[in-house]
């Protein structure tokens, strides 16, 4: 083919575009991706956008008020889920073949640390890197090492406190060390390095184990609380890939309607994992959102409603009672069955996460916790602490900011992994 005819060709193709573009019947169609549940909820693609509202009234939802979408609000709604023909035009020419190239990289090495991930002692190499390189030098040192050791104990100790253990509870192991080996009657560091192992596994068995479950009664709630920035959204993201993972239909409630931010944060999770998001303006009430999520949830017959909350401080009373209101909320018009409670924490925090879980417990009742960004500290020994003070299961430890990094916690690894006998 000639140069011209070649220039041509692709004029006649942009031309075509163009006019494809500006027809009205095209725009039509964009709008058919929506659909309309029984009870008038309105669901497009993979985002849900409902009228602003103050106040829940069970006769709004009837008078499907929710149907009633302003205009500026479709808008939205198409561009978010539905990107216009001249912008993924623009995209399009915009990837020279190296991007693309970069691109199925990525997706390639993306797939492999996802596949490396699959297995549970890998994973935690990744998440307890920090942790475990602190331990394997101090426990090669205190237990392994030829040297004459006559402060064994406070070694020990002091080991446990920078690994943030926590005060009482160093002094609880330290306190059981002492009696077991004076029971044991023995003196060989070999030997006080199993039973110390053994008391760090007695305190993770002091919170039972519990897994989320999935009831035959849809939709499940899990609502997700916690302080500020301790990655709560993102949490949510990776629950969602791991749920859907194993089978469930998933939605999310964007129930932070403080931070703009957490909504677009939530919807690009959702558009990853392909789950819809229910969502409102910033500034209406979460229990709003949260209403208006169960009733798109059951419509749906969604299996798992995983709901944001804004991060709090959990010395603030007013915004403790706001979670209050929305476990009402949720009990109230999800009888089939009651909402786990998931109390986020960032390992990085140190021992202010005993305070969060102590206020976050007496107020809402927590049903589980989920310790993120274990891959930036040295300092897992909060996972102990929150053992022994309470017994609240840890379901998930979370290692990264990726959808695939969130591995469920194993107490029996976790110890193997972190106090494993230094072979040297
Ligand atoms: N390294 C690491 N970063 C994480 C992890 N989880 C979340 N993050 C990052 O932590 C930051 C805060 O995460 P968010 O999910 O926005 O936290 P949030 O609790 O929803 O924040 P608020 O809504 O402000 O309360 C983000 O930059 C995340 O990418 C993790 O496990 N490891």
Redesign the pocket.
Known sequence: MSKKNYNNFFSWLWYKKKKNNNKPEENQKQNKQEETTKDGIKISKNTIIIKKRNKITENEIKNKNIQNLNNNNQKQSIQLTQPSNKTLDNQKQKLSTTSLNNNIYKSIKNKKNEHRYNNVFQSLQFSLKKTKNYLEKKIKKIFFSNQENNHLFESIEEMLLLSDFGVNTTANIIKSLKKEIHKNNTADKSEIFLILKKILLNILNKSSEKKTKINQKKPKIILIV??????????IGKLAYKLKKSGNSIMLAAG?TF?AA?VD?LQIFGKKNKVPVIYNRIGTDPSAVIYDSIQAAKAKKIDVLIA?T??RLHNKQHLMEELKKIIRIIKKYNLSSSPEITL?IDACSGQNTLQQVKLFNNTINVNNIIV?????TAKGGIIFAISDQFSIPINYL????KIY?LQEFNKQKFIEFLFEKNKN
């Open positions: 916690g302080v500020n920035g301790v990655g709560k959204t993102t949490t932070d931070r957490a944060q944001d804004a991060g986020v993120t960004k274990l891959d930036g979370g290692f990264g900011e990094d």
